[in-house]
């Protein structure tokens, strides 16, 4: 519990609603990619990119493997 509580802090307000949403569950690339573009009706291709830095910063913070 305290580990989110760190990642939330360090996170802005998209990353904050991306790890509440998927924190606990397993989720694909797909599955952030689709709920950006559903979102904030962006363009597959930003979407795939936010995304992908998304889930690496996560993946930095040992968050996820």
């Known amino acids: 519990k305290n580990a989110d509580i ?3 802090n360090s ?4 990353n904050k ?3 509440v949403k998927f ?3 397993k989720f694909t690339e797909e599955n952030v990619v689709e709920l950006l573009m559903k979102t904030y009706s962006i363009p597959e291709e930003i979407a795939k990119r936010d995304a992908l830095v998304w889930i690496d ?3 930095q913070c040992k968050a996820i493997l």
């Open 57 to 59: 910063s996560l993946k």
């Open 23 to 25: 924190r606990n569950k």
């Open 11 to 14: 996170m802005n307000n998209t």
């Open 6 to 8: 760190i990642i939330v």
């Open 17 to 19: 609603e991306l790890w």
